[in-house]
């Protein structure tokens, strides 16, 4: 590898020659394929193995089983509505599924990192500092949270406005406010309504279809939940909750063998995903653990006090519909964007969980309330840990006048 | 006496090359004492090149604290007054000439002796800067009236030397350097032990002293963790502490009437054929001590631990706070990122606090570590890991933030004043960020020192 090495350092501009504000680039490259020979000079003279490239790698391969999965569960759905398999058949027709689901979210993972790297390099040339690896994780976030029928050309505008606005506005990685994923998501949400949400778009090709076959709704679970909101003739399912649950039992929900976005759908996979990061040490247990917490607290709430069919949904249910997990895993956990203090990250996932919960229950119009809850707790981290800090900062104080 | 402190925060670092238990003498022709060992003094030199100077004659003081004065530790002519940018000194190199002349004081026995007598002894014989004060961690002050006085009984930092084998044999020594800077304060001396160790009788006989006994992994030795759960320093407060082993070189000092400049120093680290405890003098140049030693040609010399310690060169000097001398490799080959070296390789050989690496598989093992940086420099985003290894009550990442956009008021109320750079040690080797975390927090003090002092 020696000869590699040598062959790039030839190819380092200098300050002299033109390509000289390419630098960042080149750095990106080179760092990515050699650990550079960079030393400490004081202080520490050893350091810890770990570095930011390694952390977002851990990430990226937690995230595989969710992109597997997602994909063949794409094509699943394009079958079912299609009316060639059933609806839990899922080994079905592996291979014709998993080739569909391959053409349909392969792009769009292509698209998003090929933007988002681009709009990063661009950056970074501009203000000649090194790149760095955020975007690697966030790339992967954004195919998985929209619906595979995506267009290619909205993929690439959401990720354009999240990379600038919800990044490199603020200073680039390590400075933003809200997580990056999630803002390209809301981008597409209230940008784009028809292709994000509704029940046409959940099930690959539906909405191209004229009329669905005899018995196939293309909503989402949490469409059909929303309907039992308002009046009965309304209801997804007239028989009210009962049949909600026997049309789609609790085992399923939990494999993921369900429409929805390209990634959140199946908890086991999420949950390898989770294993591997609080393994490694990556990401945060505090925060998984308090926003299930917080999402069941509520869902047993909303139980007590139920009126309303969808109020008496198990709140084990909860969990595995929609997006709830794969928000708890990849999404609350950001550590830029959650509180960063050990006390503030227990009250910080369970507020998340808690609001997920709350809205997707009590506000029709947004069936997920996962997206929402989690922005929202990422503009309120800050406040979380402010208080959280004062604290420490009043108990200084008062050791002083005890003493 | 108290409970035993527990603490549940910290990492031992497991190395190559712990100093075996072997005592060997280097003799040295060349020594210095570098100013630079004492942060934020400036020197007024008393003698010049070619001056000759025995043991305990005074070289330079404190431009700012005429009293403190620094001594000679070896007879002979001074050789270089080296200095650095804006003719800064950086070291006072003397030539020994094989006497041992001293400058003599007059022997005195610390029992009968008053505060006011031990602080001029102290600061006359060159023994002054051996104590420091918190916050800042700065020589003292001698105005100052410090609410106690810290002593560690114990190191605990990677490959540190065994305080018990050097004490071993100096019982009265120590005991007069306790009792003499016991008569410094009206508060107490604390002296803090490790738990579940049989300390040497020089350290468990001690008297006139207040002590405790704390478990735990490092920085459990550092005497700023100790601070912080024995008699936390609050705003207006002030420490002072000591190395237990300078407490015996003051103790021999006051006792013999002569300052006495010998030190033994802990040759470790992976690179040293043939790891010692090695009797030398204070500022020695380390040329004797590693000449056919060193196992590798590419490798830093560390005078003091790898997380604190000042780099030098192979002919350098050791410093006049360390007791150790640590020899690692470089690390400033670049790795391909499949092989060992590289993040995206197994990383077996990889140290680290997370399990990303497959080196967890063997946490006890004992490493060679490089000096590599493993990585480039981030601003912070991961959160949560420096809390692992800082067993303080106070926020790192938000003391550390504070003292890089200099907001005093948050400084102080997060804590600044409790703090110095070594406690931070393990938080700047474990930062995913690279960020030079040590480097900060002598900032922020600085800035302390500059406003509010």
Not at chain 1, 163 to 186: D, H, P, S
Request: aromatic fraction near 10%; proline fraction near 5%; include cysteine.
């Amino acid at each position: 590898m020696k000869s590699l090495e040598k062959f790039m350092r030839k190819l380092e501009p200098t300050h002299e020659s033109k390509w000289a504000k390419f630098h960042p680039v080149w750095d990106a490259l080179y760092t990515f394929a050699f650990t550079p020979g960079e030393t400490t000079k004081k202080g520490s003279h050893i350091r810890d193995g770990i570095d930011l490239k390694r952390t977002m790698f851990m990430v990226i391969v937690a995230l595989i089983p969710c992109l597997i999965f997602g994909i063949i569960n794409t094509g699943h759905w394009h079958y079912y509505a299609l009316g060639e398999t059933g609806k839990f058949d899922f080994t079905h027709m592996m291979g014709a599924k998993a080739l569909y689901g391959a053409i349909k979210v392969l792009p769009i993972v292509i698209v998003s990192y090929g933007v988002g790297l681009g709009v990063e390099f661009i950056f970074c040339i501009k203000n000649q500092h090194a790149i760095q690896e955020g975007f690697l994780v966030s790339g992967m976030l954004i195919p998985l949270i929209v619906p595979a029928d995506i267009p290619l050309w909205m993929v690439a505008v959401a990720t354009v406005f999240a990379v600038v606005l919800g990044k490199e506005v603020f200073g680039g990685t390590g400075m933003n406010i809200v997580n990056i994923a999630l803002t390209a998501r809301a981008f597409l949400f209230f940008g784009y309504p028809t292709m994000m949400s509704g029940d046409k778009i959940w099930m690959s090709g539906v909405s191209e279809m004229e009329v669905l076959p005899e018995g196939i709704s293309g909503a989402t679970q949490l469409g059909q939940l929303a309907t039992f909101n308002g009046p009965a003739e309304d209801w997804a399912y007239q028989g009210g909750l009962s049949a909600f649950e026997s049309a789609w039992p609790l085992w399923e929900s939990f494999v993921g063998i369900i429409p929805g976005s390209i990634g959140e759908t199946s908890v086991i996979a999420i949950l390898i995903g989770a294993g591997l990061l609080l393994y490694t040490g990556i990401g945060s247990w505090k925060i998984m653990v308090s926003f299930v917490l917080g999402g069941l607290a509520v869902g047993y709430l909303t139980q007590l006090g139920s009126v309303t069919p969808y109020m008496d949904l198990d709140p084990i249910n909860h969990l595995v519909i929609g997006g709830f997990m794969f928000g708890a895993v990849f999404m609350i956990t950001d550590p830029v964007t959650a509180a960063q203090t050990s006390t503030g990250k227990y009250i910080y996932g369970f507020l998340g969980g808690a609001l997920s919960i709350t809205i997707r229950v009590f506000n029709g119009a947004y069936p997920e309330g996962v997206m929402m809850a989690i922005l929202f707790m990422n503009v309120m981290a800050p406040m979380i840990d402010h208080y959280v800090i004062q604290a420490n900062v009043k108990r200084r104080l008062k050791r002083l006048k005890t003493a | 006496m108290s409970g035993t402190i527990k603490l549940r925060k910290g990492l031992d670092i497991t190395l190559q090359g712990e100093a075996e238990k072997v005592k060997t003498t280097a003799e040295s022709s060349l020594f210095a004492i570098k100013p630079p060992d004492f942060h934020g003094l400036v020197p007024k030199m008393t003698v010049k090149v070619g001056d000759k100077v025995k043991i305990g004659t005074v070289i330079f003081f404190d431009k700012y604290q005429e009293e403190i004065k620094f001594v000679s530790p070896v007879a002979g002519e001074i050789s270089d007054v080296f200095r650095g940018e804006k003719r800064r000194i950086l070291e006072v190199r003397i030539k020994a000439d094989g006497t041992d002349a001293s400058e003599e004081f007059g022997a005195s026995n610390p029992d009968s002796m008053d505060g006011k007598g031990v602080k001029k002894a102290l600061l006359e014989n060159g023994l002054w800067p051996f104590i420091k004060m918190r916050p800042i961690d700065v020589i003292a002050r001698p105005t100052d009236k410090p609410k106690a006085i810290f002593v560690s009984a114990f190191d605990s930092s990677p490959l540190a030397p065994d305080y018990d084998y050097i004490l071993h044999g100096e019982h009265d020594a120590f005991q007069a350097g306790l009792t003499a800077i016991a008569k410094l304060t009206d508060g107490k001396v604390h002296l803090t032990k490790r738990a579940n160790v049989s300390h040497d009788a020089a350290i468990t006989d001690a008297k006139g002293v207040q002590t405790h006994t704390i478990s735990g992994k490092h920085p459990a030795g550092n005497v700023g963790t100790q601070i912080h759960h024995i008699d936390p320093i609050n705003k207006g407060e002030i420490v002072w502490t000591v190395n237990a082993l300078d407490v015996a070189t003051i103790g021999r000092t006051l006792l013999a009437g002569k300052f006495d400049p010998t030190r033994t120093v802990a040759l470790t680290g992976s690179e040293v054929k043939k790891t010692s405890y090695v009797k030398t003098r204070i500022g020695a140049t380390i040329k004797p001590m590693v000449d056919g030693q060193i196992a590798s040609d590419n490798v830093r010399y560390i005078s003091g631990n790898v997380l604190t310690g000042e780099k030098i060169d192979a002919d350098g000097y050791v410093g006049f706070y360390d007791h150790q001398v640590t020899v690692i490799p470089e690390g400033d080959e670049p790795a391909f990122q499949l092989s060992g070296g590289g993040w995206l390789g197994p990383g077996t050989k990889k140290f680290s606090i997370n399990r990303s690496y497959f080196s967890w598989l063997t946490p006890n093992k004992k490493r060679v570590l490089n000096t590599n940086l493993n990585g480039e420099v981030r601003a912070f985003v991961v959160t949560g890991e420096l809390e692992k290894v800082f067993p303080f009550d106070i926020y790192p990442m938000q003391l550390i933030k504070s003292c890089m956009y200099e907001d005093i008021d948050l400084m102080e109320n997060l804590g600044i004043y409790e703090v110095a750079p070594e406690d931070f040690a393990l938080c700047e080797f474990v930062c995913t960020s690279k960020v030079n975390i040590q480097d900060k927090i002598r900032e922020g003090l600085d800035l302390i020192h500059k406003e509010c002092m």
